[in-house]
């Protein structure tokens, strides 16, 4: 059974503070591995995907990584408009169905 | 631009009551999922479907249906709702990627209180 576990749960950082949230996933055959920013009450966001081991995506203050058990999404000197909750989710290579993680929520104080 | 919308951001219906929740992509993507999110137990799949008239359950279909008669279109289906229906509702549909690759865009949500 595909799973996706996210450490922390909850994460406080002061403005300019870098750091990195984890997602640990087991799956049969990854078909891709997803970064999703939340908002409160709203819809997630895509953000990134990462196919293969080794491959790396940036967009603004955020990189995501890629390994053979886990991926990273790094951020560098967050702002407060960075708060949110961020979820991965891993798609295998049966079926249809993405999995979620239980989410980081981050919150990043001025 | 990648569109998911629903029909209702928030919904109050009472028990028993047949409820509709609507959701339009405007990419042409083949699959649609609903899903239901909650605090401390996440993102959990309802239904998916992979083309039209098709449906396949989730992990939580008990007391949920589906339609999706036409390709841009999936409704998830309250036959009786529940108290322990009240959640957040969200629908997403994937971008028919280049070979196995997909991505998966959510709508705004529909936040529903069942009392």
């Known amino acids: 059974e595909d799973q996706v576990t996210q450490s922390p749960e909850a994460l406080r950082l002061q403005e300019g503070e870098s750091s990195s949230l984890n997602c640990s996933y087991t799956?049969?055959?990854?078909?891709?591995l997803f970064w999703y920013r939340q908002d409160p009450g709203k819809g997630p966001e895509f953000l990134f995907t990462?196919?293969?081991a080794g491959e790396e995506k940036e967009k603004e203050r955020l990189k995501a990584t890629l390994t053979k058990k886990e991926s990273f999404l790094h951020i560098t000197a967050p702002k407060p408009e960075d708060s949110a909750t961020y979820l991965c989710?891993?798609?295998?290579?049966?079926?249809?169905?993405?999995?979620f993680g239980p989410g980081t929520r981050l919150s990043v104080l001025p | 631009d990648v569109k998911v919308t629903q029909s209702s951001r928030y919904l109050v219906k009472r028990t028993g009551e047949k409820v509709f929740l609507e959701c339009v992509q405007d990419?042409?993507?083949?699959?649609m999922f609903w899903y239901r999110q909650d605090p401390g137990l996440g993102l959990r799949l309802i239904y998916f479907?992979?083309?039209?008239?098709?449906?396949e359950k989730g992990d939580i279909p008990e007391g949920y249906s589906v339609s999706r008669e036409k390709k841009e279109r999936f409704s998830l289906i309250l036959e009786s709702a529940s108290t322990n229906q009240t959640s957040m509702y969200l629908c997403?549909?994937?971008?028919?990627?280049?070979?196995?690759?997909?991505?998966?865009?959510f709508g705004p949500g529909t936040r529903l209180l069942v009392l």
């Open positions: 997403a549909s994937t971008t028919p990627g280049t070979g196995l690759r997909e991505t998966q865009y």
């Open positions: 799956v049969s055959g990854l078909r891709g």
């Open positions: 990462l196919y293969s």
């Open positions: 989710a891993v798609q295998g290579s049966y079926g249809q169905n993405f999995v």
């Open positions: 990419m042409d993507h083949e699959n």
């Open positions: 479907s992979y083309d039209v008239k098709m449906k």
